[in-house]
């Protein structure tokens, strides 16, 4: 099984890396994807990918970090850099984030049509953050010109309308363990929703651990069997076949071997 969202980079993992990833393994999950949050957190992302076999990494800048990246120049250069190692799998996670005040949304944005122009020039696919911003970020998508089939929306928790205008860009969606939470019903349905063909499963870790064990801080890869489980019983499949198929969505989008 496939975890194709986490931070193994977060100093709680990151501090006892050797086992996270060993629980991750004796719990099936034999690939992970540490997505970076910052230009520097993707190098240490990269770092991890040198030390465990099935570790992948991705470089991009979460828009909570977009305050202070001001380097264009630098930017660039380091997506560019980074996507040229092979086990550097996508640009992101990148995007926009309306919950919070902070950073200002108008250097989200900016950082964001950086990252965007640096993904244009490259073929690898692209993870987005979209937290309360779904049409500025499909807008944004948009006029990027780059085809939707590129994009995974990552820990989607939106709205059913949401979802059809994901859908219709030709997007992958990805969800978290907040599809098992009890108050998240509507979701639930999303995830059903969503063709089989176009869907992924993460755990986004250190956050968002799922049933039954939501109440475990940090979340860690070992759960998104979990994830699974839930999903395929929601849609009424078998989970051995759910997982083969998700994972060979997440295979095929990220060009895993």
């Known amino acids: 099984m496939i975890d194709t969202h986490c931070h193994l980079t977060y100093k709680p993992l990151l501090e006892r890396v050797d086992a996270v990833v060993a629980r991750a393994r004796g719990a099936g999950v034999d690939r992970m994807i540490s997505v970076g ?17 099935g570790v992948y990494a991705t470089v991009g800048v979460h828009p909570h970090y977009a305050q202070g990246c ?24 990148m995007g926009l984030d309306k919950h919070y005040n902070d950073p200002p949304i108008e250097d989200q944005r900016r950082v964001f049509a950086w990252q965007l122009d640096a993904a244009r020039e490259l073929t690898k696919p692209i993870v987005i953050h979209n937290r309360q911003a779904t049409d500025e970020v499909l807008g944004m998508i948009g006029d990027s010109g780059i085809g939707g089939e590129r994009f995974v929306f990552h820990c989607f928790t939106g709205s059913g309308a949401e ?17 098992t939470f009890k108050n998240s019903k509507a979701l639930a349905e999303c995830a059903v929703r969503v063709p089989i063909e176009r869907l992924m499963i993460e755990t986004d870790s250190p956050y968002l651990t799922p049933e039954p064990y939501r109440k475990v801080r940090p979340n860690e890869p070992c759960y ?31 060009g895993l071997v």
Do not use: C, Q
């Open 37 to 53: 949050t910052s230009l520097d957190d993707a190098r240490v992302a990269v770092g991890l990918t040198e030390r465990y076999e």
């Open 70 to 93: 001001n380097d264009r120049g630098r930017v660039m250069g380091v997506v560019h850099e980074l996507a040229g190692d092979p086990r550097v799998v996508a640009v992101g996670e």
């Open 163 to 179: 979802l059809d205008a994901i859908l219709e860009t030709g997007a992958m969606v990805s969800f978290t363990g907040v599809v």
């Open 224 to 254: 998104v069997p979990w994830v699974a489980k839930f999903i395929a019983g929601v849609r009424g499949m078998d989970e051995g076949e759910f997982v083969s198929a998700v994972d060979g969505n997440t295979e095929r989008f990220f």
